[in-house]
């Protein structure tokens, strides 16, 4: 199979693309029997090679969102420099019915600019802090992407087929004169290369005085929210200068100010229904049949806090940086600094599993509040069924926990261990005493290369993973 | 320009360790304060008075051998880049211990010291987190608290005690006054004497707020600290001769326009709910410039503080 290196799109980005073949093979899980083998479908690097607008810089291509749309067809990325990248999937031949599919560059546009806020003297950071898709209504697909102020609702529609025949323009497109016209044509559509165009259609400005967290569509379709630290906006769709304030923790005084909101989602089903995670570690359920102003929870989720843990990290290691409902909508899943907890809806007082994602760290807090790192905010992810939870840690591992068979394992998103028929292999960090072969110690690991984002399929056992500038696409093989 | 997150292009530099500790850590905490007060239009609300913040740390014995403030001003402000390839900041040294809360009361000072600069770097940055701001805060108002009980917080000596010349008291004062004027909350002395383990020697009333978007109100926690407010006004009477004058008899020029700064900046601005947004829009210096200049300056200070 040959792969080009280069791949030319309409609107002329240049990408390397690098794709693996997929080979089958048999993976070793941590404890036997192996039921899943996780290989490696492509790795895509942002490697800007067409001019930019902005001064290309190696920071501005690290990828700050992943999100799949509802039908896992296309996956988009956000990056600190504003674009969007949509990545579709390769549709299955009948020639080569082993070959999965594979998700091929589809569209990329400069969603966010950097801005300054001349009132505050401020600047304004163009990076895209979340990307939600809505549910495909027609031929073209719609998304949200955000910065830290703005929302702006984007169409990404197809094109392979223009006019040809006009009357009063020849075929380069310059008038003609009328009086040279003396017969009429119909024009008819004629097949053209395939562009792939988005273009603004909303912008959502001005509502949000701190950074916008995140974002979330309704099930209704109509509506969405974007959070930010202190307030939750409501907005319609179709309504760019108006948006409902329907949480609001500020403080009347901001010097009492001890708790912000980390994040926020919708009920995927009952449209009446969000919640909302603080810096605390608690979960706010709220219900905007109960009133126009939801300050007043209906649930709350907290967990108390274990004495024998306690340390003066405790709070900022309990702040929770995301929260996701299964796709059930009977569960939520939280994420904050060690652990990734699952609650059921119905219990507030504690959640019914709890993960430990990387508890080896809990010794080395004072090192990670010192260089920063505990205020990381990882990201957590279902798989279709709600059945598998996956989350980033460091040294570019990511963990999967299975909730039935209790069953977890760590992987990597490296490209050394990412080449052609690579299978990912099982990691482990080595907490002390002896290190075995293929452990990694504690002290080894790479601080600077952590997984926040991550996404899953909605239907199938594909996951992306952004480490850093590289975009990792992985499949499992059900033996 | 994509906005690369960092505080710097490269971390503050730090002043080596010297053979006296204090020094480094009079210059680490100072030059956080400075800074922050010559970009005050980003920087809300100061951790008190700076000229009281000078005057703690540097007074305040260490043992010898105690670890230097390694600091996370190397880390701060990094988000998904920035200085954090090992666990250990580079370059700076190490100092936290590997265990998980530094129990000891020497390390929690520096956990206390480590956080006040990472609270005063945030404010540079083109707009703080707000998130992180608000934990490190909860952070060293939990660590205070506990210090409060312990009654760890040092105790003047009386060589120590705030020989400064009367006039730059009377010109804070004049700034706290005009302080609790306008807004309804006043600052609150309290907590930032105890938090910089400021020997609250120099514990003026109503100074000017702590905290990035401000503090409780002082009638909370100033009465957790009469004996030291006694002996500050003690001290102030008393006016024998110090050491400490000494110290700052030479940057008359650099506290009076930070006093100017001070009282300019504090009389435009109202506290209270807006007090990132205020400060942004009240007087300010261009960004940028001001802010080198500022740096050059207060290079300028620290040396004559530090040698002196």
């Given at each position: 199979m040959n792969y080009p290196d280069e791949i030319t799109y309409g609107n002329k980005e240049h990408f390397r693309l690098a794709s693996f073949s997929l080979p089958s093979s048999l993976l070793h899980w941590s404890k036997p029997p192996p039921s899943r083998t996780w290989t490696v479908v492509m790795t895509y690097q942002q490697d800007y090679l067409s001019p930019c607008l902005y001064p290309l810089s190696a920071l501005s291509d690290i990828i700050s969102t992943v999100e799949f749309n509802h039908t896992g067809e296309l996956l988009a990325t956000g990056d600190k420099g504003g674009r969007v990248v949509i990545f579709q999937r390769e549709q299955e031949s009948k020639n080569q019915v082993h070959r999965r599919g594979e998700y091929n560059v589809y569209s990329t546009f400069q969603s966010h600019e950097p801005e300054f806020d001349y009132l505050k003297s401020l600047e304004i950071e163009e990076k895209i802090n979340k990307i939600r898709w809505l549910p495909q209504q027609n031929a073209a697909y719609f998304l949200l992407s955000t910065n830290d102020k703005t929302v702006k609702l984007w169409k990404v529609s197809e094109r392979d087929k223009r006019p040809e025949g006009y009357n009063l323009k020849d075929e380069e497109g310059r008038l003609r004169d009328p009086a040279t016209i003396t017969t009429l044509r119909v024009p008819v559509l004629r097949p053209m290369d395939l562009m792939v165009e988005a273009t603004p259609r909303r912008v959502f400005a001005n509502a949000h005085t701190y950074h916008i967290n995140s974002i979330s569509v309704n099930s209704d379709y109509e509506t969405y929210m974007s959070a930010d630290d202190l307030r939750i906006n409501l907005w319609n769709f179709e309504i760019t200068n108006q948006s409902f304030n329907i949480v609001d923790i500020k403080p009347a005084n901001m010097e009492e100010l001890t708790e912000v909101i980390t994040a926020a989602e919708f009920h995927p089903h009952h449209c009446n229904t969000f919640v909302y995670s603080s810096s605390k570690g608690t979960i706010r359920l709220c219900d905007m049949r109960a009133s126009a102003l939801c300050d007043r929870h209906t649930k709350f989720f907290e967990e108390p806090e274990d004495p024998s843990n306690r340390s003066f990290f405790s709070e900022i290691i309990s702040s929770i940086s995301d929260v996701k409902f299964s796709h059930s909508g009977r569960y939520i899943m939280t994420r904050d600094y060690l652990t990734v907890k699952v609650w059921d809806l119905n219990m507030e007082n504690r959640p019914i599993e709890t993960y430990q994602v990387h508890d080896y760290l809990r010794s080395k807090l004072c090192s990670l509040y010192e260089n920063d790192c505990i205020f990381d905010k990882f990201e957590c992810v279902w798989n279709g069924s709600d059945s598998v939870i996956m989350t980033g840690s460091y040294n570019n591992f990511f963990r999967m926990f299975d909730r039935n068979t209790k069953r977890d394992v760590t992987l990597e998103a490296s490209r050394e261990n990412s080449k052609p028929r690579a299978i990912l292999k099982p990691r482990k960090v080595c907490v002390g005493g002896k290190r075995r072969k293929d452990e990694i110690s504690v002290d080894s690991l790479d601080f600077s290369k952590k997984i926040l984002h991550t996404a899953w399929h909605p239907s199938e056992n594909i996951i992306a993973v952004a480490a850093t500038n590289n975009l990792y696409i992985f499949q499992d093989k059900v033996n | 320009m994509p906005h690369l997150g960092l505080l710097h292009p490269e971390p503050l530099p730090l002043r080596q360790p010297t053979a006296d500790p204090s020094n480094t850590v009079l210059s680490q905490s100072l030059r956080g304060l400075w800074v922050l007060v010559h970009t005050s239009r980003r920087g809300g609300r100061l951790h008190g008075d700076p000229l009281w913040v000078l005057r703690g740390p540097a007074l305040r014995?260490?043992?010898?051998?105690?670890?230097?403030?390694?600091?996370?001003?190397?880390?701060a402000g990094g988000a998904d880049a920035g200085g954090q390839g090992t666990?250990?900041?580079?370059?700076?040294?190490?100092k936290c211990s590997e265990e998980e809360a530094p129990a000891d009361p020497l390390q929690?000072?520096?956990?206390?010291?480590?956080?006040?600069?990472?609270?005063?770097?945030?404010?540079?940055?083109?707009?703080?987190?707000?998130?992180?701001?608000v934990l490190i805060a909860n952070t060293v108002r939990q660590i205070q608290e506990e210090m409060t009980q312990d009654g760890s917080w040092c105790l003047p000596g009386p060589q120590t005690a705030g020989r400064l010349p009367r006039d730059r008291l009377v010109s804070t004062e004049i700034l706290c006054r005009s302080a609790r004027a306008g807004p309804p909350q006043a600052p609150d002395p309290a907590d930032l004497a105890s938090a910089l383990q400021a020997v609250p020697a120099i514990q003026v009333p109503g100074a000017v707020p702590a905290g990035p978007w401000g503090r409780a109100g002082p009638g909370e926690s100033r009465?957790?600290?009469?004996?030291?407010?006694?002996?500050?006004?003690?001290?102030?009477?008393?006016?024998?001769?110090g050491t400490v004058e000494e110290l700052f008899s030479d940057v008359d020029g650099p506290y009076y326009d930070l006093d100017a700064v001070l009282t300019g900046m504090v009389g435009g601005a109202k506290s209270g709910p807006e007090g990132l947004e205020t400060f942004a829009s009240a007087a300010a210096p261009p960004p940028g410039t001001g802010c080198k200049a500022d740096l050059g300056e207060l290079d300028h200070v620290v040396e004559i503080l530090v040698e002196t």
């Open positions: - | 014995p260490r043992p010898s051998g105690s670890p230097s403030l390694g600091g996370g001003a190397g880390g666990m250990f900041a580079r370059g700076l040294k190490r929690r000072q520096s956990l206390l010291d480590m956080s006040l600069v990472k609270l005063q770097l945030c404010h540079m940055l083109a707009e703080p987190n707000l998130c992180r701001s009465g957790g600290f009469p004996r030291s407010l006694d002996q500050v006004f003690e001290t102030l009477e008393s006016h024998s001769p």
